[in-house]
């Protein structure tokens, strides 16, 4: 399925669905100023905030004992790469392995497993969603170089493997830590569909102005406590 850490080619569109290809700006100065404004933003963020992300760790180890503060797991970035991706554990132990048992639940059309009340979420998991706490250690795959601060969310290799030619279009940028989509305030109500258009949306609008207009609303989104 995999050859040198990069997915292979993505089913077509289905019929009637938009598959007209976007358009995308070829700014080389905007990329180079991007990339050293990720390292810059994402290298003072892990060091201001890494006393409140060992305590983070702390809890989540108090909270279920036995299991590791941190969750790891495969997602495709730009061009189908597959990258380690990071965050806090906010499941249980055996989240994994308990998923298949749930996916005639989800409440999300398209490949995207979303329900609103998973049983497999802890105590403390569930506050950090909310707060989108649990999204902190990717700041990590961001200073990598894996993702940027802003652009679409990385998909997992099971659902990258049924996006239609008009869904892989995600995937010729950078993902990111946030996007459009974090932003809307009822972001869990929206369709794969409408989560697809917001990403295109910002392929084709993506500058720097963008990038902090979706910066400054995701401190209010996670201000507000809108996260999943």
Known sequence: MLEDNVMQPLKTADSGEKDMPIR??????????????????SGAALLVLWPFMLIVALIIVIDSPGASPFYSQQRVGKNGKVFTFYKFRSMCADADSK?????????????????????RITRFGKFIRKCSIDELPQLINVFKGDMSIVGPRPGLIREVEQYSEYEAQRMLIVPGLT????????????????WVALDIKYIEERSFFTDWKIIFKTFGAIFGMTGI
Do not use: H
């Not at 995308?24 to 933003?41: A, F, G, H, M």
């Not at 998923?99 to 490949?111: A, D, I, K, Q, V």
């Open 24 to 41: 995308i700006k070829q700014n080389r100065s905007y990329e180079i100023v991007k990339r050293l404004q990720d390292i810059l933003l």
């Open 99 to 119: 998923l298949e048992s749930l996916l005639n639940r989800n409440e999300m059309e398209g490949p995207t497993f979303k329900i609103k009340e998973d049983p």
């Open 179 to 194: 996007c459009y989509w974090q932003i809307q305030p009822k972001r869990n109500e929206l369709t794969f569909g409408e």
